[in-house]
């Protein structure tokens, strides 16, 4: 069946320059971040075909002004924790290393402390189905982040932040929707992500494919594809919404394959909302372009390597 098609069209240079702003009063390695080489790093957003993300959604993009206006979480000293809360069984080799997200997370959101709980099963409370098109089964998102709310309560936790669970198990948010690969309750800073889709081997034809080791190839894939998701939800939360000016990791995505052309990195306008978000004295480009380029290295995501390297170089930020 052919997806209905939105209109999308990408936005002009001049719609660019304006939903970045003014970058004369920034300090000097935020602004040269923001402007020097955009062209030679930062693609424009493509125009979408088939079923893409941009195709079926009409999203009018959230300018740096915007994002100023719009009611937001902020880190504080007295709360700054991120609270990871598996659910389910996490077990499987074909799990991501959540000890690596955490440190993708303390990168891109620095000031904020990332914590991994142990895990908890699903309440037995939670809504369930079968999902007709993959035959696994699937967990409603309201009862999970109930669930979430509970647990959160439960800790009583003042430095907490956020409360994100994850989870390889399926989720859908309601009856007439497939799935969902994550959902976010804002105004309690509670989301849930569900990483069952980011294997390649997905669905799984069997109990056992779930116990095969990965590949090299798979490891790599599934926990980009992990981190990726967990670091752009997370962004929601902090209240960027999708970007529409360039290929950049906060991009709406409906699929894997949308998701694979997205690199670990912010574009100008989306790094400007978390540099205001975070502050000067947090919110240090350079430091985190570095840590992100070692840590990229240690876990093999090689083409964001050579995107940090090449950023760096033009930035002169080496030295």
């Known amino acids: 069946m052919a997806c209905k098609q939105s209109g999308f069209q990408p936005p002009t240079l001049e719609l660019r320059v304006e939903a970045l702003g003014d970058t004369d009063n920034l300090d000097e390695d935020i602004r040269l971040a923001l402007t020097v080489a955009i062209e030679d790093s930062f693609p424009v957003i493509p125009k979408p075909s088939g079923c893409d993300w941009l195709s079926v959604q009409h999203e009018d993009g959230q300018t740096v002004q915007q994002f100023q206006r719009t009611p937001k979480t902020r880190p504080t000293t007295r709360c700054h924790v991120i609270s990871i809360q598996p659910i389910g069984d996490y077990s499987s080799p074909r799990s991501p290393d959540l000890d690596i ?178 502050g000067k004295e947090r919110f240090r480009i350079r430091e985190m372009y570095q840590g992100l380029l070692e840590l990229c290295r240690k876990v093999g995501f090689q083409e964001e390597v050579h995107w940090y390297e090449n950023r760096l170089r033009l930035l002169n930020f080496n030295t």
């Not at 037995?124 to 309560?153: C, E, M, W």
């Not at 932040?161 to 804002?186: H, K």
């Not at 962004?235 to 894997?256: P, Q, R």
Request: proline content about 6%; overall charge positive; aromatic content about 12%.
């Open 101 to 278: 997200v955490c440190e993708f997370s303390r990168l891109f959101f620095p000031g904020c402390t990332t914590e991994l709980l142990p895990p908890v099963e699903f309440d037995k409370k939670i809504k369930k189905r079968t999902d007709p098109f993959s035959n696994q089964p699937q967990y409603l998102v309201a009862g999970i982040i109930a669930h979430l709310k509970k647990l959160q309560r439960k800790r009583h936790n003042r430095q907490e932040l956020f409360s994100i669970g994850v989870t390889m198990s399926d989720i859908y948010p309601r009856p007439d929707w497939n799935f969902v690969y994550g959902s976010a309750s804002i105004d309690d800073g509670i989301g849930i992500y569900s990483f069952a889709r980011l294997d390649p081997l997905f669905p799984y034809s069997s109990a056992n494919s779930t116990h095969r080791p990965c590949t090299e190839s798979e490891r790599v894939l599934i926990l980009k594809r992990a981190v990726s998701t967990y670091v752009h939800e997370v962004m929601h939360l902090f209240g960027l919404e999708h970007c529409i000016y360039y290929s950049c990791l906060m991009n709406g995505c409906n699929c894997e394959r949308e998701m694979d052309r997205q690199l670990l990195y912010l574009c100008p306008i989306c790094s400007k909302k978390m540099y205001l978000c975070f």
